[in-house]
């Protein structure tokens, strides 16, 4: 079945889907995204994706593509006509096609563009890698200050993430000035105890639509919430670790940097958090 995709007003087979050259997320980057995960065909958190895009948009001084019912109607679309049970829904917005290549913003008027498409990713929940957990490596975080936009300027991450596989382990976490951010697509988190520790919000991290569900969560469940920066050392003597993003949820972390966590194994609280996320989003996903 060829893939059914969404192009600025017309739902396409993806190989007639076709971009201008000039457009600014082609040029400049200029774009923002957001990843929503689907399953049993429904979508999870909604909601906190739509305020995220939001903001990103405002922050950019982007005009919204269309409405946020429209944009419910587009996602729902492409998961019925894809037949997606699991999997991801993946939305970009640029700035549009001015036409030409230019520093300066396009006039307020350019038409953005929006193109969502889907990615089918059948055992997305029972994912075999939750039962070892994830070994990861920490780099510099030389990106830009305004990690708080979801921009798709996503080269240092790639790039991460490629140093990470030559290290033969599964992610790598950014340090900068001798503390955790965050992972290349995901936020951090140490467990000591019945504490979760993890850097609190700001523009040097991306505000977790998941990190926001999981905190919640673990404050329902009488978990200590510690929102701080902390160290790759601390880390390593931390009972566990996980990350949270839309596609991988709650992933243990068992190694960093060569040094294995508690036992070298998926921890009780992370399991369990990983649990109750799945169980109370299933119930809101629409
Ligand atoms: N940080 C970064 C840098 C990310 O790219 C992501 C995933 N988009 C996250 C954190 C996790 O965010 P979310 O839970 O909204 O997927």
């Not at 893939?3 to 457009?23: H, M």
């Not at 997320?25 to 979508?43: I, N, P, Q, R, W």
């Not at 902390?230 to 596609?247: P, V």
Request: charged share 25%.
């Amino acid at each position: 079945m060829t893939r059914t995709v969404y192009l600025n007003g017309e739902y396409l087979p993806e190989a007639e889907a076709k971009v201008s050259i000039f457009d600014r997320g082609f040029l400049m980057a200029d774009g923002v995204y957001e990843v929503t995960s689907v399953l049993d065909g429904k979508l999870i958190d909604f909601p906190g994706h739509r305020a995220r895009l939001a903001r990103s948009l405002h922050e950019l001084d982007m005009a919204a593509p269309c409405s946020d019912d429209k944009l419910l109607a587009i996602h729902r679309e492409l998961i019925a006509v894809n037949a997606i049970t699991e999997g991801m829904v993946y939305l970009q917005v640029t700035r549009g096609n001015p036409g030409d290549r230019d520093f300066a913003y396009p006039p307020a008027d350019t038409k953005p563009t929006l193109v969502l498409f889907t990615q089918a990713k059948p055992g997305l929940a029972d994912n075999p890698a939750v039962r070892t957990g994830w070994k990861v490596i920490s780099v510099p975080d030389i990106r830009w200050g305004r990690r708080d936009i979801k921009t798709v300027q996503l080269l240092y991450p790639s790039m991460a993430k490629m140093a990470a596989k030559a290290a033969h382990v599964d992610d790598s976490w950014f340090v900068e000035d001798g503390f955790v951010t965050e992972g290349t697509s995901n936020n951090a988190y140490i467990v000591k105890g019945n504490r979760i520790i993890t850097r609190q919000l700001s523009s040097d991290i991306l505000h977790g639509i998941t990190r926001s569900a999981v905190l919640r969560f673990a404050a329902e469940a009488q978990m200590v919430i510690e929102e701080r920066p902390f160290t790759i050392a601390e880390t390593q003597q931390a009972d566990e670790a996980f990350i949270t993003s839309a596609s991988a949820f709650v992933m243990p972390v068992v190694e960093v940097d060569g040094a294995a966590l508690g036992h070298g194994k998926p921890g009780p609280v992370t399991t369990r958090l990983r649990e109750i996320y799945l169980e109370e989003m299933r119930k809101t996903a629409i």
